[in-house]
């Protein structure tokens, strides 16, 4: 049996992807696509897998000989779980429902994994929660993984209140 992929009306042609994955793999069969989170274990067919990651990591991962392509595998094991959850969920929806209680752990995943739109969201969210107490540790987070918009307003915050932090 075959999935059917369904673009919705009314969608920008980047969100209609995220969501027509969804429902690809919402609806295939589980004989067609498996996954496990235990652990941050992804385990999925290639086609899927290739279908899946709409990450310029995860496709290289794929689509050279590497350990990951032959074995139809990717193993996950420095993302916390409930991160790696949610980094897949931003893939299959563009969504991320839960950022504003893990952007920090999950900057860093989209880093690593070069999600680009959700390094912008964490970045957003971080810049919109930055405070005295905070600040110093998002600075040296936005430091690490290259988010330039975060660091400009954590220096910026900083700056402007220097004589609390």
Do not use: W
């Amino acid at each position: 049996m075959s999935c059917l992929r369904v673009n919705p009306k009314g969608l920008d042609d980047e969100s209609k992807d995220y969501l027509s994955l969804y429902l690809l793999l919402v609806s295939c069969p589980k004989s067609e696509v498996r996954a496990k989170f235990k652990f941050s274990l992804l385990n999925a067919k290639r086609e899927e897998t290739k279908a899946m990651a709409r990450s310029p990591v995860f496709n290289a991962m794929f689509e050279h000989e590497m350990e990951e392509s032959k074995k139809n595998r990717v193993e996950i094991n420095d993302v916390d779980p409930e991160v790696f959850k949610e980094m897949m969920r931003f893939i299959y929806t563009g969504k991320a429902p839960n950022l504003e209680k893990m952007a920090d752990n999950l900057l860093a995943a989209a880093d690593k994994y070069a999600l680009e739109r959700l390094k912008v969201m964490c970045e957003e969210a971080l810049c919109s929660n930055l405070s005295v107490e905070n600040v110093a540790d998002i600075l040296i987070l936005a430091d690490l993984h290259s988010a330039e918009q975060l660091k400009a307003q954590a220096i910026d915050f900083i700056n402007r209140q220097f004589p609390y932090v």
